[in-house]
């Protein structure tokens, strides 16, 4: 079973405030990307990263957000100053050796207050 | 732009009854289709996948083929069970835009 582990679980945070998602997956991979779910809503895609460098992002990937991947196996979601809308579980993947199959990560649920 | 349809739920049935989920698609070219599964709590589990024209993909008992000429990707169990219980989504991939688009998702509920 391909793993892909995300911390924290749940976050909770202040209107204005930075948070820093977490993704770590167990394996060496090329390609990692993030989504989000706002509740009871689809899921969206927010950026592909390939190579340390962002391939593809979506037009909710503003300039509040950025990912990065510091130290070769960490891949982290920031958010530099969160809003209420920004409220949603969000999922770190990556690939199965092919681009086209992705394995999530169980989400991480953020909730800004 | 390309975009991904399904039927709206929440859909409830009694155990062992037969399940279909529709799932139709608009896109260009020839996109990789799949059915992700999401449990109550819990993230996003690849179910099944097909990648191209007439390919049927299948696990755990469900089913789903390729059909390129009615661009349709439907999601059938014979006989779905309690646990099947959870939120199903129909996606497609395209490698021109390297990324997963997802269906808005449809409600199960399997009852005893």
């Known amino acids: 079973e391909p793993e892909v582990t995300q911390t924290p679980s749940h976050q909770v945070t202040q209107m204005g405030q930075e948070v820093i998602l977490r993704c770590v997956p167990i394996?060496?991979?090329?390609?990692f990307y993030w989504y989000r779910q706002i509740l009871g809503q689809k899921v969206e895609f927010l950026v592909s990263?390939?190579?340390?460098?962002?391939?593809?992002k979506s037009e909710i990937f503003d300039d509040q957000f950025s990912v990065e991947r510091p130290d070769g196996s960490n891949f982290t979601l920031k958010i530099r100053s969160t809003k209420l809308e920004d409220s949603a579980m969000y999922f770190c993947?990556?690939?199965?050796?092919?681009?086209?199959?992705?394995?999530f990560g169980p989400g991480t649920r953020l909730l800004v207050l | 732009g390309d975009s991904v349809t399904q039927m709206e739920g929440p859909v409830t049935l009694s155990e062992e009854a037969f399940l279909t989920i529709n799932c139709t698609y608009t896109?260009?070219?020839?996109?990789?289709l799949f059915w992700y599964v999401q449990y109550p709590g819990e993230g996003l589990q690849l179910l099944l996948k097909?990648?191209?024209?007439?390919d049927k993909g299948s696990n755990k008992g469900f089913e789903a083929t390729y059909r390129k000429e009615t661009t349709s990707f439907h999601l059938e169990k014979g006989s779905v069970q309690v646990s099947d219980s959870a939120v199903y989504f129909c996606?497609?991939?395209?490698?021109?835009?390297?990324?997963?688009?997802f269906g808005p998702g449809t409600s199960l509920s399997v009852i005893p």
């Open positions: 394996s060496n991979h090329l390609y």
């Open positions: 896109a260009t070219g020839y996109p990789s």
């Open positions: 990263f390939y190579n340390n460098e962002i391939s593809e």
């Open positions: 097909a990648t191209k024209a007439d």
């Open positions: 993947a990556r690939d199965a050796g092919s681009r086209e199959t992705q394995y």
């Open positions: 996606a497609l991939f395209k490698t021109s835009y390297d990324k997963v688009i």
